[in-house]
Nanobody, 124 residues
């Protein structure tokens, strides 16, 4: 399976923007779902946004209107544009891929391929 490598994380102030990237070593069009998840210390991993092979998107209520998921199949890269960041967005962000049509877009157990994560820290 393709290796997924995230980048773009960092430490920012509340209200700032970041764009995360996830570059795959192989063809991302074979995946049914591509997604971003995040996990803050002491909390469970949560789905942030997902995009299907056909480019339909799903976004968690906590980030809707602020975060946008997109992909560039020519570059085999997944993106997460994060605007108006808040301290509660602080977490390790992971990209994930699922080849299963039965996966639920924002549920982690349906994803079999994961990146190593990139840290996002938002301060007041």
């Amino acid at each position: 399976q393709a290796q997924l490598v995230e980048s773009g994380g960092g430490s920012v102030q509340a209200g700032d923007s970041l764009r995360l990237s996830c570059e795959a070593s192989g063809d991302i069009t074979r995946y049914t779902f591509l997604a971003w998840f995040r996990q803050a210390p002491g909390k469970e991993r949560e789905g942030v946004a997902s995009i299907t092979r056909g480019a339909r998107t799903f976004t968690a209520a906590s980030v809707k209107g602020r975060f946008t998921i997109s992909k560039d199949t020519a570059k085999n890269t997944l993106y997460l544009q994060m605007n108006n960041l808040k301290p509660e967005d602080t977490a390790m962000y992971y990209c994930a891929a699922s080849g299963s049509a039965l996966a639920q877009p924002l549920i982690s157990r349906g994803y079999e391929n994961w990146g190593q994560g990139t840290q996002v820290t938002v301060s007041t």
